[in-house]
């Protein structure tokens, strides 16, 4: 078993919070002052302009594990948590080095910055942007139910896995929406090209999208997952407590088209119970659980 510090370099307050894009940029300037002992890159950017960052640790070049949080605006709870547990990462590989020795870890904790901050009642400046999101908001000014980007896509329906099927399933939206609504054609919006592009770039041996809630995880796609994402499924599902499962009527998501075009496994994590934007009383429960996955990510499995 890995001795594991839980401490990180910041304290849990800096976490536990409403976590705007503003915090997040401003702990990862925090935590690269103080160890730069790690990478980063801007993948690209919000239709805000904000930047969508990238960090990589670890000391392997053949596994790469991906994982993101905050493709949908009203679950910033986990852009927050995958920040504290990068924070956990890099001391404790400052003090033990090999324990990244046959992973690296890419994080990408907030793909969707403009949604986050909207619904954490953060308008954005532009007026004509204003109209046109309390518009698709129905006239109301509370966005706690805002999942989709600040133009009204549903970043996690933007890509091309059998994208044409989304319109079959009943609940779906065809025009924009503060959710499931999925863009006009597949990729048109930056923060889903961003994290695309970043796929497409590099060779990632796993991917896992964190979401909320349910406390349940998603592992197939359309019968093309690898045999080795069942064996995974089954460890995972021991690890957290949640329930894996197979098939649902999922289209045009991340870990779909990860499946689909690499045949290499793929999680989407449905992390947590309750109503969205879960309360912060969650946080140490889903920190814990999160925490269990990313020591199982980083851990030797043979
Ligand atoms: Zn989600």
């Excluded at 070049?61 to 990068?86: P, Q, T, V």
């Amino acid at each position: 078993m890995l001795d594991w510090n839980n401490e990180g370099y910041l304290n849990l307050i800096y976490y536990k919070t409403d976590f705007t894009s503003e915090k997040f940029y401003s702990i990862f300037n925090e935590l690269w002052r103080l160890n730069k002992g790690f990478s980063w890159s801007v993948i690209g950017f919000s239709l805000l302009g904000k930047p969508i960052l990238e960090f990589r640790i670890g000391n392997s070049k053949d596994n790469i594990i991906h994982i993101n949080a905050g493709m949908h605006a009203n679950e910033w709870n986990n852009s927050a948590l995958l920040m504290k547990l990068f924070d956990e990462l890099l001391l404790n590989s400052a003090n033990n080095s090999k324990i990244l020795d046959n992973v690296t870890l890419s994080i990408v904790p907030m793909i969707n910055p403009d949604g986050i901050d909207l619904v954490l009642n953060n308008f954005p400046n532009n007026d004509y942007l204003r109209e046109n999101i309390i518009k698709i908001n129905k006239f109301s000014l509370d966005f706690s139910g805002w999942k989709a980007n600040i133009r009204g896509v549903d970043l996690n329906n933007q890509f091309p896995a059998c994208w044409e099927l989304i319109k079959t399933i009943d609940f779906k939206k065809s025009e924009y929406s503060s959710r499931d609504f999925p863009g006009p054609y597949p990729l048109s919006e930056p923060e889903a090209i961003a994290l695309y592009n970043l796929t497409l770039n590099n060779n990632f041996s796993e991917v896992y999208a964190l979401h909320s809630q349910g406390e349940e995880f998603y592992w197939g796609f359309n019968n093309l997952e690898p045999p080795e994402s069942e064996f995974l499924a089954d460890k995972i599902e021991k690890i957290t407590g949640y329930k894996a499962v197979r098939t649902i009527k999922s289209y045009g998501g991340y870990k779909d088209w990860f499946i689909q075009d690499y045949k290499k496994p793929g999680f989407t994590i449905e992390l947590g119970k309750g109503i969205n934007p879960l309360p912060l009383s969650r946080f140490e429960t889903d920190l814990n659980t999160l925490r269990n996955l990313i020591l199982f990510c980083i851990t030797d499995r043979k």
